[in-house]
């Protein structure tokens, strides 16, 4: 089984793309996490109904995250 | 009885459909989950009154889920 | 007096109906609950202003649940 | 001073009204309740814009009652 | 320092005016509370967009409270 | 590091300036506080769309707060 | 990896910015911050669709934040 926690601590270091509460998305390198979800990534996109824009290091806070995709993640670790 | 764990570990590895508050569904095969609910989806199909995408592995906070529906699930386990 | 819970037990095996927050009404077999009121329910029907679809076996995570009715419930427990 | 938990119980097998969150009411008698202010009650008649129905005994989730009116409860206990 | 909780237990016995998140306001005799904020009140009057009616004793779930105002309350204790 | 509790502790018996949830504004007398970030505060007057009023004696539940702007407060602690 | 605390442990004392979920964003710079998230900030500008204004010192509620940006921050720390 591969749990959010282990999938979330394979993709660091890797793009991953973030759908928020407010219809925002950002994509961005994951380099940390804890275990309220909260998130922090660098070279940010957002994109939203008013355009794109890059926001450089982003820290999201966990509780405004409803899912997280990594499209070309690793595979998920057989135990 | 099948308590809401039990039948979320039996569900591993198979196709489920999610609904989320954000009136988007999700289908997918479930790889993992926590405590919090939190899913682990992979192969996943969004749909939402913008159409339907692809997304590949997805991570979904567990306060999000509404519902998962398993239509052809395994039978609850008799205790 | 009846608590939530012991209710909720002795209607195991039994039809009920839930209301849920995004306004959906819910009827199935009640098969099993956890503490958070997490529930899981077999041969439901749904009914939303959307019309009435079959769904099988659903988890509904609690939080999203307003109430639940029981017309031909058990009698409470006299203690 | 009467707390809200002392209150509750001494109204058990009265009738209470209840006010939620989606802006219905019931009305019932108070069957039984737990520490999360989650409630079940018999004989219920809802109101809404919808009009008016019985639904027989329901659970009510406290995560969803504003509050709780006993116009003919029994008085507050003295101390 | 007048701490929240001290403010209101010397509050108990005096009238209080209360507003909720669903836009009402009730103004009643505060009878007793507990570690939630839920609030026990008697000789309510309830206003809102609607109109204003009177309610008896009334219990509110204190995660709907906004504010709690004492127009002629005590004095802070001073320590 | 000038955490929020000490920043609070500071700012009793001083001005402060509310923003709350519903919209609305506060700007009163810090009187006190507790670990939820409920606050007490004196001499309260209200702004929101619908105008100005002066409340007195105000408990506001920390849940509904948004920020708290102190714009003459104490500088903050150097450690 | 660079765990969200220690980004903002390290970003204290320089200028953030922080989206709000009222919609508003506040740039300022940070003074501290505790577990909830809850952040003061000094020398803030706030930006709204009602323009910008400047607020001096703020503390704002951790619940009320989404995501925090340090356009110019320090490096993570490599481990």
Redo the contacts between chains.
């Keep these: 089984?591969?749990?959010?926690?282990?999938?979330?601590e394979r993709l660091?270091d890797q793009r991953v793309q973030l759908r928020?509460?407010?219809?925002r998305e950002?994509s961005g390198r994951l380099?940390?996490?804890?275990d309220h979800?909260?998130?922090?990534l660098?070279d940010?996109e957002e994109t939203s109904t008013a355009g794109a824009r890059r926001?450089?290091?982003?820290?999201?806070?966990?509780?405004?995250?409803?899912?997280?995709?990594?499209?070309?993640?690793p595979s998920?670790k057989r135990t």
Excluded at 1 to 8: C, D, F, G, V
Excluded at 20 to 23: P, Y
């Design positions: 089984m591969a749990t959010p926690t282990a999938l979330l660091v928020l509460k407010d219809s950002m380099l940390g996490l804890d979800m909260n998130l922090v660098d940010v926001l450089g290091r982003v820290l999201v806070r966990g509780s405004n995250v409803i899912s997280l995709t990594a499209p070309n993640g998920p």
